[in-house]
């Protein structure tokens, strides 16, 4: 283990004690391939224990005031902030995201907390008018119970605390599986919820290098009633079959393919740097990343230019030195796709603008790149790429601009930039997407509830609508009166 690295803990977390295993995985550092720790690969045996522990767990958890839990949430906020150099190093190190996205991630997942610690104080029933002169009706708004969190590593941080901060909120108790490349992130913000006085057993990390025998585990054990994952859609639509068994809630926050749109009333500066954060912003990896760039003809000379301007202006590196805006790809495989990817829209009549190859740097460092006249034949126009590729299609009119946003089966995240206010009203009701930006690059908040329609997923995170994903209402007829 590298001693070296601030709240970097080697052993996985279940019923408040750190635990070790026979088998171990190494965690590498993408930029350089280090290896940073070698964790805990638990078994099945090892997650059941982890279900049994957050279920005896979630007895007291549930009849704790609200106030109760949400003070133990706000302690953990104060921590998790406290410590965000910490955490955004860590971070940086396992994920290869630049520091100042590092940081922004800490914030930005302890918001959730700072959120629903304030939210847990409102989860409100309701009375109804009775059917009968003798009955009053009550609706009870109750905790799922034990609730499974799968992760992704594009988000280390963020994606634990949108599931497990409403989840705590409510009176649910958790058993996280973090990604096998990023455990590290989830067992420092482990030990910073320990710091902070959640109970033994409330909140449970169970790091894994063969993720298909814990998930078997979390989504078929009858005592876990809620399965909250993100990640790709393949492996989403398995573990929604496989919850089928234990009829299990599930929350499901999947692949997307988002259109980035420029119409010729756009602003063409503002709309260059929305599509740089959303295109380039952790290397292309992530759910929400602009992964088709639609440009109206009469300005699609000029966007391109400027864009290729811009994307010039990235620099690549390791993560933890200044002024570096995209670190490394999180491994070989992710480069492999956004090669293909170009191969594929070269080959097929796309034209390179700039970048196209691997960096110099080596590793898993990749040129960002941007390539032009890509069409609806091309791989990138119905698979998401999940790297720095920006492919840029023309389009006439404003409904082959819609018509080509809607032809996939994602529906996550879109994107627009116009000025008519009466083309931003008729877009933005067309666009078949669970969030939709206009005139703006940068989406995500715990305030409002993001989520996906279609292939994209189930469910929604943030907002007071994430709190209804950990709760059942109950409810109650009292007669006889
Ligand atoms: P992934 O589906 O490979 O893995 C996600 C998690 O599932 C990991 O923890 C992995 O270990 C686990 N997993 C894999 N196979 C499993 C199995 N059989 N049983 C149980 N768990 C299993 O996805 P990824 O590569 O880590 O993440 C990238 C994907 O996630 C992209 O498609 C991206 O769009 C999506 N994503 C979506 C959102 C969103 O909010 N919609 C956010 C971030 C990422």
């Known amino acids: 283990m590298n001693a070296d690295i601030p709240l970097l803990i080697d052993k996985a977390y279940v019923a408040g004690q750190w635990r070790d295993a026979e088998r171990h995985f190494a965690v590498t550092d993408p930029a350089t391939g280090e290896t940073l720790a070698n964790i805990p690969d638990l078994d099945a045996e090892d997650a059941r224990q982890a279900v049994a522990a957050a279920e005896t767990a979630w007895r007291d958890w549930r009849r704790k005031t609200a106030k109760e839990r949400a003070s133990l949430l706000r302690a953990w906020f104060d921590l998790i902030m406290a410590n965000q150099d910490a955490l955004a190093r860590l971070m940086t190190r396992e994920q290869g995201k630049p520091l100042a996205e590092s940081r922004g991630e800490v914030a930005y997942g302890a ?22 002169a003798d009955k009053r009706l009550l609706v009870l708004r109750e905790p799922v119970g034990v609730v499974a969190a799968i992760t992704p590593w594009n988000f280390p941080l963020a994606m634990i605390t949108r599931k497990c901060a409403p989840a705590l909120a409510a009176g649910c108790t958790v058993v996280i599986k973090p990604a096998e490349a990023t455990p590290l992130t989830a067992l420092a913000m482990a030990q910073l919820a320990e710091e902070a006085g959640i109970p033994a057993g409330v909140i449970n990390v169970v790091t894994a290098a063969r993720p298909a025998e814990i998930g078997e585990v979390l989504t078929t054990d009858p005592r876990v009633r809620k399965v909250s994952f993100t990640g790709s859609t393949a492996v989403g639509k398995q573990l929604l079959a496989q919850c089928a068994g234990t009829v299990k809630k599930t929350s499901m926050e999947l692949g997307g393919n988002a259109p980035f749109i420029v119409f010729d009333d756009a602003d063409l500066d503002a709309a260059v740097e929305g599509a740089v954060a959303s295109k380039f912003r952790n290397s292309g990896q992530t759910c929400v990343c602009t992964n088709r760039l639609l440009v109206q003809s009469g300005v699609y000379d000029a966007f391109l230019d400027k864009l290729a301007t811009r994307v010039a202006e990235l620099q690549v590196g390791n993560g933890l030195e200044e002024g570096v805006s995209q670190g490394p790809l999180i491994n070989e495989a992710a480069v492999d796709k956004v090669r293909e990817h ?9 034209r390179l603008i700039c970048g196209g190859q691997p960096h110099e740097l080596g590793g898993t460092f990749f040129q960002p790149t941007v390539i032009g006249e890509v069409d609806e034949r091309m791989r990138v126009a119905t698979e998401e790429t999940f790297g720095p590729l920006a492919p840029v299609f023309r389009f006439d009119t404003e409904e082959d601009a819609i018509a080509m ?30 969030m939709v930006a206009v005139n703006e690059g940068l989406l995500s908040t715990e305030l409002a509830p993001f989520g996906g329609v279609k292939e994209s997923g189930l469910g929604r995170e943030g907002s007071h609508h994430g709190l209804d994903e950990y709760t059942e209402l109950k409810y109650v007829c009292v007669g006889g009166l």
């Not at 918001?111 to 009968?132: C, D, I, N, W």
């Open 111 to 132: 918001s959730f907390v700072e959120f629903y610690a304030e939210q847990a104080k409102r989860m409100a029933g309701e009375t109804l008018p009775g059917h009968g």
């Open 342 to 350: 170009i191969a594929d829209a070269l080959d097929k009549g796309g």
């Open 405 to 434: 946003a809607n032809a996939t089966e994602f529906g996550l995240a879109a994107y627009f930039y116009a000025n008519d206010y009466r083309r931003i009203w008729r877009v933005m009701e067309a666009l078949e997407y669970g």
